[in-house]
């Protein structure tokens, strides 16, 4: 089985990729750890993100994504913001084929009301340490924005989308699982 699983920032990719994982005893990965690594040199990937050295991402996304697709099974964190970006529409639109032929997606969004979603997942950025000192409202603002970029390329190149709100990681899980045993998927290499 080869999975990647999306969503929004703070819907829960990483407990829920790594639970997965877990349970199918298969490896787990997270983009955003990859890449944090492989721009230690720069300070990380939040410090190349503030230092607006974007660049550097897009040029090792496609080298990640391979490495990682390149697993005869895995559980891959694919952050949302992957498959969202609007500022090189180029390389998100290969890294969606890539998934797309060598992995099922499954697509996390909080629930499938807008306004709830956007609420939720609010309240868990603010909690986050590196969302402490940015100004509330202006946070809000970006999460709204965020929330909509994914959430219509999820609807569009996943799989199966699972509703995460009020769903313990376990219960989420068992919705996984049961999704997984309905469809069957082969890669397409």
Known sequence: ??????????????????????????????SDKLMHNKLK????????IKSRK????????I?????????KKFVFDLAGGAISTEKNKELTRKIIKLIKKESLIIGLL????????????????IKRK???????KEL????KKDFLKVKSKIKKHTNIIIYTKDKTPSQIINVIIKQLKKISWEPAS
């Not at 629930?111 to 868990?124: A, C, T, V």
């Not at 590196?130 to 509330?136: A, G, Q």
């Not at 809000?140 to 999460?143: A, H, N, T």
């Open 1 to 30: 089985m080869r999975i990647t699983i999306t969503g929004p920032r703070s819907v829960g990719k990483s407990t829920i990729g790594k639970f997965l994982g877990k349970k199918l005893k298969i490896k787990y990965f997270e």
């Open 41 to 48: 040199k720069y300070g990380g990937l939040d410090k190349t």
């Open 54 to 61: 974007i660049y550097l991402i897009f040029k090792n996304s």
């Open 63 to 71: 080298p990640l994504i391979k490495k990682v697709l390149s697993e």
């Open 110 to 125: 909080p629930s499938k009301n807008d306004l709830e979603s956007i609420k939720f997942l609010f309240k868990r950025e």
């Open 130 to 136: 590196h969302f402490k000192e940015t100004d509330k």
């Open 140 to 143: 809000r603002k970006e999460v």
